[in-house]
């Protein structure tokens, strides 16, 4: 497996958060599509943004594609969702990336409804222009139990919707067993984030995600009290080494992507977690 960083979790600018990856040896990237304007650029400036990462020895690991609120369960406007990500798949291909990750927003529980269907349909059609292209659309764990999601991937039945899984999410929001999740969704993981954290209380993960998308998530907690926390590598309930066996046992050799979302120091945060990545995988 290799070692990974999303790229705007150093909250630096951009050649100086590459100098940093490349100086603490890590050997990937990952970024926001809409942040480094990925949609908006040449094929042309896009090589040269290209040359950015490989003139100092990283590869382009991963792009997110998330474009905020519900995801695909924004029914009414998923044309315009789904044009954007073929746009950033196209980009993606001036940067040698074949995994753009997202939250597609939370399944309805209901498999027979409507709305389930409606976006089992969105998520096909962009499976389907990603496979063609050889790449694949990875929806990040969180919002469902691993076996709810992998019913998901089962009714959308497309090779090119796969799985970014997000230990830290499936602890904190289900506290789920990490092995065993990563057991049910097997070879259809494609990328994966390195992050920690504790589970608090039990909640409602369509409630957490949608005041995430509404940006209430302080005021939910206000009401409901603490519900879970990011920590650093290695200092939350994510048990890393039967993480990591698990990982190795389905198959999976990819990226490992440190992600630091909170934190008065990330940059000390990621190079901490290289290294408490690298003695787990020694």
Partial sequence: MKIGVILESFRLPLEQSLDLAAEY??????????????TARTPGELRDFAKLFSSRGLEVA???GDLGGHGFRSFSDNEARIAETFRIFEAMRELDCRVLTTHIGTVPRDAA??????????LRRVGEFAEKLGMSLAVETGPETAAELAEFLRRVGSPGIRV??????????HNADIAEAVRILGSDIVHTHAKDGVHYRRCDPERVYD??????????????????AETPLGRGQVDFPRYLAALRNVGYDGY???????????????????EFLRNQLA
């Fill in 62 to 64: 991963a792009v997110c």
């Fill in 113 to 122: 409804s409507a709305a389930y269907t409606e976006m089992a349909a969105a």
């Fill in 211 to 228: 005041a995430f998308a509404r940006g209430g998530f302080e005021q939910l907690v206000a009401e409901t009290g603490r519900l879970f």
């Fill in 256 to 274: 490992l992507t440190i992600e630091r979302e909170v934190g008065s120091n990330p940059a000390a945060d990621i190079r901490e977690a290289v």
């Fill in 25 to 38: 040896g890590i050997d990937g990237v990952q970024i926001y599509a809409r942040n480094q304007r990925l």
């Fill in 164 to 173: 970014n899984f997000d230990p830290a999410n499936l602890k904190m929001v």
